[in-house]
């Protein structure tokens, strides 16, 4: 398994913007695939996006579609996840997870998981 490490959350006002990240020290990122899942206040765990480990290739849920973009840091060996628009329903906690490169375009089941970073959308 790998050690993931998100970090970018925060308190954001409706309409604002957040870029979440997504580290692996000492792991070469080009090797797994990737997600972004979420998880508000009473509700499932929600898979919002993933990406392949190429980073060529990228699925969104609906409930984000146009608003987050996944994208792939090769030189830092991060993965981003930008957000615009955020809406008060975009609060919760945000994961990173990772696994081998055919986990893409399945995208699910991933075996390495970080610890959360928590976004949230409040005036």
């Known amino acids: 398994q790998l050690q993931l490490v998100e970090s970018g959350g925060g308190l954001v006002q409706p309409g604002g913007s957040l870029r979440l990240s997504c580290a692996a020290p000492?792991?070469?990122?080009?090797?797994?695939?990737m997600a972004w899942y979420r998880q508000g206040p009473g509700k499932e765990r929600e898979r919002v996006s993933c990406?392949?480990?190429?980073?060529?290739?990228?699925m969104y849920a609906d409930s984000v579609q146009g608003r987050i973009t996944a994208s792939k840091d090769r030189p830092n060996q991060l993965r981003h996840l930008d957000m615009q628009s955020l809406k008060p329903e975009d609060t919760a906690v945000y994961y990173c997870?990772?696994?081998?490169?055919?986990?893409?375009?399945?995208?699910?089941?991933?075996?390495?998981w970080g610890q959360g970073t928590q976004v949230t959308v409040s005036s």
């Open positions: 997870a990772a696994d081998e490169a055919y986990f893409y375009p399945t995208c699910e089941g991933y075996g390495s």
């Open positions: 000492g792991v070469n990122l080009d090797d797994y695939a």
């Open positions: 990406i392949s480990a190429s980073g060529g290739s990228t």
